[in-house]
């Protein structure tokens, strides 16, 4: 994993630099486009998206067009723009900001083009499916780690980037576990924060403020993802307290794992992104085809769905989901 991370780097800092990547056949090839959208690589989890995407062409038989908008709205609008200037059947966008997503969504059905939510919602968009992990229950499991490893004190409470929309239900999730202690008087919020773009580096600044309004006494941290967590662990570890304070995640990425087994983040969340992205281009390739989009259910506003259920992984756990199904190997963790 450590080479296909490397790998995929490169392809991240090629993609921001060119705007799109062909994968599947090429631009001559003849096959069926299908448009891609993605908010950033700067995260592990996109990164396998992205494998995904490309893997699941090849298997498809379909061009897909991705391109990365290096959380920039103004930038996604572009390139979702130029992607149906080339002709793409179907849109699947995973939008950075979900409000301002809905007008790509107006943009693509203008041209008769569906569009596939892809893991974020777009809110009141009309997208033809949302595909995603459910939030909801993220939310639940990262509460209930909280409840279990601190039974009293001061929480912070981070949520990601205020424009994604999935922040919401998976906040929803956490304080369904966590309200009656906060009811109680035994958790008090002490911060209650969005994490401005995801980025680790916000997340760090956040906690250190909360350590520092508080006199270091914290007893719980809910950080939305595993780069937020690594930035939490970080000003925990700078006031020698990193192991000592239960903090969640999400994504399960490689350093996330690290930090479980050394004991400084307590849990994080597995979904299966490659059979998410698989998932997407099956759906789409029927749309395309003007068959049914394959959804289980629906969404809070209507919206077609079809979920995946999230899995936690903590330090009992990650041998035997992580390593003896080969999602990870032992090098991968050294």
């Known amino acids: 994993m450590k080479n296909t991370m490397r790998v995929l780097a490169l392809l991240a800092v090629l993609t921001i630099a060119a705007g799109a990547v062909f994968a599947g056949g090429g631009k001559d090839s003849g096959k069926m486009k299908i448009g891609v959208s993605l908010p950033t690589l700067r995260e592990e989890r996109w990164a396998v998206d992205y494998r995904g995407f490309v893997e699941a062409a090849e298997k498809l038989g379909v061009d897909v067009i991705i391109q990365v908008a290096d959380n ?75 409840w279990n490893n601190a039974p009293s004190g001061n929480i912070v409470f981070l949520k990601g980037d205020a424009s994604d929309d999935t922040v919401y239900p998976m906040a929803e999730g956490t304080m369904s576990v966590l309200k009656p202690r906060i009811d109680s008087g035994d958790y008090k ?52 307290l990193a192991g000592r304070v239960p903090v969640t995640g999400q994504d399960c990425e490689v350093d996330a794992i690290k930090r479980i087994i050394a004991g400084t983040q307590g849990m994080t969340i597995l979904y299966d992104n ?59 963790l050294h």
Not at 127 to 143: E, R, S
Not at 197 to 219: G, H, K, S, V, Y
Not at 284 to 308: C, E, I, M, N, Y
């Open 72 to 146: 920039n709205a103004a930038r996604q609008q572009s390139q979702v723009e130029n992607m149906i200037t080339q002709g793409v059947k179907v849109l699947i966008l995973a939008p950075h900001d979900a409000v301002a997503a809905k007008q790509l969504v107006q943009i693509a059905h203008k041209e008769k083009i569906p569009v596939i939510a892809y893991d974020r919602p777009i809110t009141d968009g009309g997208a033809d499916l949302y595909i995603c992990v459910n939030q909801f229950d993220i939310g639940k499991l990262m509460g209930q780690h909280i």
């Open 189 to 240: 919020i002490v911060m209650d924060q969005f994490v401005v773009d995801w980025e680790p580096a916000n997340a760090l600044r956040l906690m250190e403020q909360a350590l520092t309004a508080n006199n270091n006494n914290i007893a719980g941290v809910v950080a939305p993802n595993d780069g937020t967590a690594g930035g939490v662990i970080q000003a925990l570890s700078a006031q020698g």
């Open 274 to 332: 490659l059979r998410m992205s698989e998932a997407a281009l099956e759906a789409a390739v029927r749309l395309a085809s003007k068959q049914s989009s394959g959804a289980t259910g629906k969404d809070s506003d209507g919206t077609p769905l079809l979920d995946f259920p999230p899995v936690e992984i903590t330090r009992n756990n990650y041998r035997q989901v992580l390593i003896d199904s080969g999602l990870m190997s032992e090098d991968d």
